[in-house]
């Protein structure tokens, strides 16, 4: 118990000492886009892929249930605010834990354990800076990009059943999922994706750069990042409903 | 050989402390290191050797003592002196470091493009970087990647990434540690050469007696955190007490 509290409030020092240097000149932006490259370039198939098929299998098993109730032509509304308020970001962000945050966790490992971390700060560079601050910003700009991709491309695998056993119009569709959105349920779930990014890339980060000694400390960091970046993701998505529940209720 | 107490001390090291925890690694630690010399330290796995150079360039922050580098002070230099001098102390570490991520190219340019106090900005690197890889002879490494090199070919790239700062003093942490007894040779030599080119003044961390043998003006017993005895090769190898004949053998 003890060592979580003092996790938790190393997390947050090494949370804090990112918005301390974020600020910093000079800003590494080469690197800073060649992390964003990577990132979306690592994770795009499988977050595409993904998205599908939950397009597709959410609303095949939902049909019969809505069907005995005569209701399937609620069938868009439905499964694009689910898609859209919670199953969108939250799978996207787990994928890209399991993808990203392990990759950020053994990379910046394997570059503490073969002192590459040292021999950059005697470089006259701030490691904190280039490597750090340019992932954390790189996850919490891409996570909610991907996950506009992930949503468009589940409704799209949604859509196809609807049109093969519902002969359902593209525009119908689409028309109907967008009618049903309002701004309480786009506004939230983006606002929702940031702070899953950060959350990837703050631990990720942390676990890589803390990292213990030898080629265990690697595969421990690459683990952990992937454990904890998921519980964080679970805790963040909890608050998030608590507190647009709050914003609805006004 | 010529008498090193009338030249100038470069760096010294005065009552140096430094612990993790419980372990306490360094115990008053004395150290001179004089211009122009090669100074070996040799000491057990775990002794603190690579602490210590840490501590020197400021990696690594040690608990009390003195660390005089170059007449400065290191714990009162901000953080842009100390980029300065770091311009001025090559640093080989122990399993190279090369940028896993980077050519060899990239990897010589990037002390060279970050260091913009001491060269400005640089719009042509390429004749720099290419000086500094023919001094260790693998020029045509240049466009190849970290993991393309074999253990010897990292050695040499990580000494042309150090030496393209031209700095005047080099730490060597176990240069040698695993390379076959040739490719040390090899090593050996062109930390020789290395230091007649470019005059520098050198500490040389080892286990390595033949290394020692070859390079060290002066040697340095580190044991128990302390500067357990120090002289030349041949002294510290004539010498009968135990613990000091345990390296020799
Ligand atoms: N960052 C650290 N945190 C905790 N302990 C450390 C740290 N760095 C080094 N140590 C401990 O300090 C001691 C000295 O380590 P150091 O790396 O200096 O040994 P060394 O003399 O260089 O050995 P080797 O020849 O194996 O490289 C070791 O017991 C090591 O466990
Ligand atoms: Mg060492």
Redesign the interface.
């Known amino acids: 118990m003890k060592s979580i509290l003092i996790e938790i409030g190393e997390l947050s020092y090494f949370a804090g000492r990112f918005f301390r240097e974020v600020g910093k000149r000079p800003f590494e932006y080469k690197e800073f886009l060649r992390q964003c490259y990577n990132m979306g370039n690592r994770s795009l198939l499988l977050v595409g892929i993904t998205g599908f098929i939950i397009g597709l299998v959410f609303t095949l098993q939902s049909r019969p249930t809505l069907q005995e109730f005569g209701a399937v032509s609620w069938m868009p509304s439905m499964v694009g605010i689910s898609i859209i308020r919670e199953i969108g970001p939250i799978i996207t962000a787990l994928i890209c834990a399991g993808r990203i945050g392990s990759g950020i966790g053994a990379e910046l490992g ?2 503490r354990v ?3 971390i ?8 701030n490691p904190f800076k280039y490597l750090v601050v340019t992932r954390i910003l790189a996850t919490t700009l891409m996570l909610p990009i991907l996950v506009v991709l992930s949503d468009a491309i589940a409704l799209y695998g949604s859509y196809l059943v609807e049109n093969l056993k519902g002969d359902v119009s593209f525009q119908l569709y689409f028309n109907e999922v967008f009618g049903s959105l309002e701004f309480g349920d786009i506004i939230p779930s983006t606002v929702k994706s940031f702070f899953f990014g950060f959350a990837i890339g703050v631990v990720g980060c942390f676990k890589g750069y803390t990292c213990g000694k030898g080629t265990e400390g690697v595969g421990r960091a690459a683990n952990a990042a992937v454990v904890y970046t998921s519980m964080v993701l679970f805790i963040l998505d909890f608050l998030a409903v608590l507190v647009s529940d709050i914003f609805y209720d006004l | 050989m010529e008498d090193l107490s009338i030249k100038k001390p470069v760096i010294t090291i005065r009552n140096l402390y430094k612990r993790f925890g419980d372990n306490a690694v360094l115990n008053g630690f004395d150290m001179d290191l004089f211009e122009g010399e090669n100074l070996v330290i040799m000491g057990k796995s775990g002794s603190g050797k690579s602490v210590m150079i840490k501590c020197l360039i400021g990696l690594e922050e040690h608990d009390s003592g003195t660390i005089n580098v170059m007449g400065k002070d290191i714990d009162d230099l901000e953080a842009e002196e100390l980029d300065e001098l770091r311009t001025e102390i090559g640093f080989l570490f122990q399993g190279s470091a090369l940028y896993d991520s980077m050519s060899v190219r990239e990897n010589l340019e990037f002390p060279l493009r970050r260091h913009t106090k001491k060269f400005g900005v640089i719009k042509d690197a390429e004749p720099l970087v290419m000086e500094a890889l023919e001094s260790v002879g693998l020029a045509k490494a240049i466009d190849l990647m970290p993991d393309e090199l074999s253990g010897g070919m990292k050695r040499r790239i990580a000494l042309a990434r150090t030496l393209i700062l031209k700095p005047s003093i080099i730490l060597y942490d176990e240069p040698t540690t695993g390379l076959d007894p040739i490719t040390s040779k090899e090593i050996v030599q062109l930390m020789q050469k290395v230091q007649q080119q470019y005059k520098t003044s050198s500490i040389i961390i080892t286990h390595d007696v033949d290394c020692a043998r070859a390079i060290a003006n002066r040697m340095i017993l580190l044991i128990d955190g302390k500067n357990y005895a120090e002289g030349s090769f041949d002294t510290l190898r004539k010498n009968h007490d135990p613990k000091i004949q345990a390296f020799f053998k």
């Open positions: 394997s570059m073969t002192e590459q040292d021999a950059m700060e005697v470089s006259g560079t």
